[in-house]
Nanobody, 122 residues
Framework: QVQLVESGGGSVRTGGSLRLSCTVS????????MGWWRQAAGKEREEVVC???????IYSDFTKGRFTIRRSHSESLVYLTIDSLEPEDTAMYYC????????????????WGQGTQVTVSS
């Protein structure tokens, strides 16, 4: 089974950028669509972006061009770059895998990492 470990979160000022990483181990990531999600305190987890096994991303509307996903099969990594960070981006960010090769993925089959915290201050 695939295992996921997120990293790269931190505390930044408004307008800054971060690059989050998701390290994939276990099953080859080429089998899976991958996703980034986030969950702010007191809110439900929401999908940021899903990228198919073939590399086609589908971004949620709120990303407004500030979020970029990239998957590197050679590195077994999935990156999420967030530009022009806003306080509203403060959340725990999670990587997901599984649930199919295309987006949207099946919720019941997703595997999750432990998350990485992003905190944006004004």
């Amino acid at each position: 089974q695939v295992q996921l470990v997120e990293s790269g979160g931190g505390s930044v000022r408004t307008g800054g950028s971060l690059r989050l990483s998701c390290t994939v181990s276990g099953d080859p990531m080429t089998q899976y669509a991958m996703g980034w999600w986030r969950q702010a305190a007191g809110k439900e987890r929401e999908e940021v972006v899903c990228i198919s096994a073939g590399g086609t991303p589908i971004y949620s509307d709120f990303t407004k061009g500030r979020f970029t996903i990239r998957r590197s099969h050679s590195e077994s990594l999935v990156y999420l770059t967030i530009d022009s960070l806003e306080p509203e981006d403060t959340a725990m960010y999670y990587c997901s895998a599984g649930g199919g090769r295309t987006c949207p993925t099946s919720a019941s089959q997703r595997v999750w990492g432990q998350g990485t915290q992003v905190t944006v201050s004004s």
